[in-house]
């Protein structure tokens, strides 16, 4: 399947996650059928794209005039058949669950076009598993969106044992068209990369919570305004070749004897959760939360950080993207 051979897109699942990934490619020109079990779940979903795409026009990311016309190319159903059997490009969205998505993909692929790329949105599970039940496995491929997936620019794109060249050019072109920041993915190992590098900073950071080295608030505080502030504009990689090879060679043998490289998950996490809280879902976590947040405190939540993203995006990376 070529890049102008892809018209048509399916998302399957349409919860936190697939409606976000529905409403990138409505952004960029494509008619989606979004699938799920329940009708209206469908229809809470349509809601969220659309004021998803008014907050975009309020920052200046589309234009007003482009909303309506981004809803027109949403169709939803939740017959699986009819959403996949005219599908160019089909993206599963299901919960992480390996018999669910080993199944789906069975049945995805006797209903849909043999042509047609076959995509899981997997963060913990691999293609090599996923796929045991696909016949023409050359067209599998992982995209990893990240939450919230209309927000934040890199899609990871993960090779299978089985992807064709074709598939993976395909689909690294068609998330370049929707203006996202593709990474290619070469090997598919667990966690792929941004997970494995997120994970391997989360046990150094719980460690020294654990070690009582500094509060939440001023861990929070330390990497948002250093490391965060630093890997918005440029890369880690970039920032070793900036301070030197030199430098960060010495660093790295003076450091990595006393960084935590425990292979057990952490006992900050373990503690809470033995403790039964859950963070903002039980009113307690790291930060102590004073009322239970409601559903509205939580909308209020989400949706201020969705702003703070909105203006990271139009400031740091729109621009490059070609918007």
């Known amino acids: 399947m070529k890049l102008e051979e892809i018209h048509r897109i399916s998302v399957l699942g349409a919860g936190l996650m697939g409606h976000g ?14 699938y799920d079990v329940g009708q209206p779940i469908l229809d809470r979903a349509r809601g969220y794209v659309g004021q998803n795409l008014e ?8 234009d007003k005039t482009e909303i309506e016309p981004c809803l027109d190319r949403l169709t939803t159903t939740t017959d699986l058949q009819a959403a996949v059997e005219r599908a160019d490009f089909v993206v599963e969205a299901a919960p992480e669950d390996l018999a669910l998505k080993q199944e789906l993909f069975r049945q995805i692929e006797s209903f ?32 990893h969106w990240f939450n919230p997936p209309h927000l934040v620019p890199t899609v990871e794109v993960v090779r299978s044992p089985w992807t064709s060249d074709e598939t993976m050019d395909t689909t690294y072109a068609l998330l370049a068209k929707l203006k996202k920041m593709p990474v290619r ?3 598919e190992i667990p966690g792929f990369v941004v997970n494995r590098i997120q994970m391997a900073m989360i046990r150094e950071v719980l ?19 250093s490391i965060g502030f630093r890997l918005a504009s440029i890369g880690p990689l970039l920032t070793v070749d900036l301070a030197g090879i030199n430098l960060w060679l010495r660093v ?3 450091l990595f004897p006393v960084i935590d490289s425990s292979m057990a998950a952490p006992e900050a996490l373990r503690k809470l959760a033995a403790q039964g809280f859950d963070g903002v879902k039980s009113g307690k976590g790291f930060y102590d939360y004073s009322v239970a947040l409601s559903q509205g405190s939580l909308d209020e939540t989400v949706q201020r950080r969705d702003r703070e993203f909105l203006q990271r995006l139009k400031n740091l990376y729109w621009q490059d993207l070609g918007r």
């Open 21 to 34: 990934i529905a409403q990138s490619y409505l952004m960029g020109g494509y008619p989606v059928m979004l």
């Open 112 to 143: 849909s076009n043999e042509n047609a790329i076959l995509a899981s949105n997997t963060s913990s599970l691999t293609l090599a598993d996923i796929g045991v039940r696909v016949k023409k496995r050359d067209r599998l491929v992982t995209t």
């Open 207 to 225: 460690s020294i919570y654990d070690q009582g080295v500094a509060s939440a608030e001023d861990i929070d505080k330390a990497v948002k305004g």
């Open 185 to 187: 993915i070469n090997k």
């Open 252 to 254: 790295c043998e003076n």
């Open 55 to 62: 907050v975009f026009s309020e920052f200046g990311l589309i």
